[in-house]
């Protein structure tokens, strides 16, 4: 495969002596390709297309690794069958020409899949162990989205004796948008109920208010370090400093930056004003015109999101003791919202069980409870001697225990690519945190 021009990172990795092996690079870098490279090898050197299990996040790239599989195999096979025909030496050993032959014609059995697809497969293979319902259909988000909708909807309007005054107090309250609240709240339900039990108490009330307390303080400052440590204000501040100082340019940005870096005490006023600023040069004075360029949007995006962000939160920043009116009120509606909400997540559920669906967080649950079975893990182990994980960073605790539990043991069959830092699904969960813990944290401390 030298004709790939392969890095020595990539040799490294697609090196399938060393069963288990973590990729992580930047965007861009080829980790994907590695994890099909990888694939490829298994199936030259003999492994059945049906041993390997490959997941990844998305249908769409599922189909795709599946396609290009397919079509790398073809290739090996078409090019080996050129040079025999023109007398020269194939590429391929006797063997691996032998084996992706097979690998094509059973290209059909390979386990290339989303994770809820994989899941649901279990699922239906084990559900008398999984306790699911016999013969149940997956609820696709759109059907999904209209029976919460319907259902919050029929829960506010008709609430009945038990969540009548939680209904009356978020109304009172003049919350903006209840129904939009509830089910953002409602999708991450499974990590807030120990969080909510301390609404029930008066000294879980008051640790509430003091751990509020402690996150505004700490607001200002996460937000002045992400602007101190943006890289292209920095790049723009050191071709500041390489010349004549601010001459020619913005002097009040320039001024402000370091403002920003002396304070001590943060206040929202001089953040705002940062994401005011833009860069003006001279003819005399000329900065490089794509660096002010870079640095004006930057500011620009900052104005627009920052600062919106930051305008939003200079009331919640007032301190506000904890016998406060503002404080009882905003304790009461936290509670008032978390018990609507549990009351609509109870209802959703009753009525996916009376019509036999399961939605996609279903099937994760489900299946991660399964894998706790060490038979059935045994059953897969057996079933599965590969198992390789594109995109990690975008799995959440439960898919992170799901990859530990698939690839358990001593002799460790696991193969993952990803990047931390290219994590897009933390609003629906994903935690790379995690990931990294008690995922990456595994491998050897040599894997590449």
């Given at each position: 495969m030298s004709e790939l021009n392969l890095t020595p990172a990539q040799s490294e990795a697609l090196d399938i002596s060393h069963r288990r092996c973590c990729v992580t690079a930047s965007a861009g870098t080829g980790k994907t390709f590695?994890?099909?490279?990888?694939?490829?090898?298994?199936?030259?050197?003999?492994?059945?297309?049906?041993?390997?299990?490959?997941?990844?996040?998305?249908?769409?790239?599922?189909?795709?690794?599946?396609?290009?599989?397919?079509?790398?195999?073809?290739?090996?096979?078409?090019?080996?069958?050129?040079?025999?025909?023109?007398?020269?030496?194939?590429?391929?050993?006797?063997?691996?020409y032998k084996n992706l032959k097979t690998?094509?014609?059973?290209?059909?059995?390979?386990?290339?899949?989303?994770?809820?697809?994989f899941c649901s497969s279990v699922l239906k293979e084990f559900p008398i162990e999984s306790k699911t319902p016999l013969g149940y259909a997956v609820m696709d988000s759109l059907a999904e989205r209209?029976?919460?909708?319907?259902?919050?909807?029929?829960?506010?309007?008709?609430?009945?004796?038990?969540?009548?005054?939680?209904?009356?107090?978020?109304?009172?309250?003049?919350?903006?948008?209840?129904?939009?609240?509830?089910?953002?709240?409602?999708?991450?339900?499974?990590?807030?109920?120990?969080?909510?039990?301390?609404?029930?108490?008066?000294?879980?009330?008051?640790?509430?208010?003091?751990?509020?307390?402690?996150e505004k303080a700490a607001i200002p400052e996460m937000v002045k370090a992400e602007i101190l440590n943006d890289p292209v204000i920095l790049e723009f501040i050191e071709v500041i400093n390489q010349g004549d100082g601010p001459k020619g340019i913005n002097k009040d940005a320039f001024d402000l930056f370091h403002q920003l870096k002396k304070e001590t005490e943060l206040n929202i006023d001089t953040l705002l004003k940062f994401t005011e600023r833009n860069i003006s040069t001279t003819k005399a004075n000329p900065l490089p015109k794509k660096l002010v360029d870079l640095y004006n949007s930057r500011c620009s995006n900052q104005k627009s999101k920052k600062g919106r962000y930051l305008k939003s939160l200079e009331s919640?920043?007032?301190?506000?003791?904890?016998?406060?009116?503002?404080?009882?009120?905003m304790l009461s509606v936290m509670q008032a919202l978390y018990k609507i909400t549990a009351a609509v997540a109870e209802k959703v559920e009753a009525k996916k069980a009376a019509a036999g669906y399961l939605n996609f967080d279903d099937l994760?649950?489900?299946?991660?409870?399964?894998?706790?079975?060490?038979?059935?893990?045994?059953?897969?182990?057996?079933?599965?001697?590969?198992?390789?994980?594109?995109?990690?960073q975008d799995n959440d605790t439960s898919l992170t225990d799901i990859i530990n539990n698939l690839a358990e043991g001593d002799d460790d069959n696991l193969f993952i690519v990803g990047d931390m830092k290219q994590s897009i699904y933390r609003f629906r969960g994903a935690d790379p945190e995690c990931v990294q813990n008690n995922l990456f944290s595994k491998f050897p401390g040599d894997g590449k």
């Open positions: 590695v994890l099909t490279q990888r694939y490829l090898r298994h199936l030259k050197a003999g492994v059945s297309a049906g041993r390997i299990l490959c997941l990844t996040f998305t249908e769409k790239a599922a189909a795709e690794m599946r396609e290009k599989i397919e079509r790398e195999v073809k290739k090996a096979i078409d090019d080996a069958d050129k040079k025999m025909a023109a007398g020269e030496m194939a590429d391929l050993s006797d063997a691996e690998a094509l014609k059973d290209i059909h059995r390979c386990t290339i899949s989303t994770f809820h697809g209209e029976l919460v909708a319907n259902t919050i909807e029929d829960t506010l309007e008709h609430p009945g004796d038990d969540l009548r005054e939680y209904a009356v107090c978020l109304y009172c309250a003049g919350m903006y948008n209840v129904p939009k609240l509830i089910s953002d709240l409602l999708y991450n339900l499974q990590v807030c109920p120990a969080w909510f039990k301390k609404l029930e108490t008066e000294t879980g009330r008051k640790k509430i208010h003091a751990e509020w307390e402690k919640s920043l007032q301190h506000y003791e904890y016998d406060d009116p503002h404080t009882q009120l994760i649950s489900s299946a991660k409870a399964l894998l706790k079975d060490e038979k059935i893990c045994a059953v897969l182990a057996k079933r599965y001697e590969y198992v390789l994980v594109d995109e990690v």
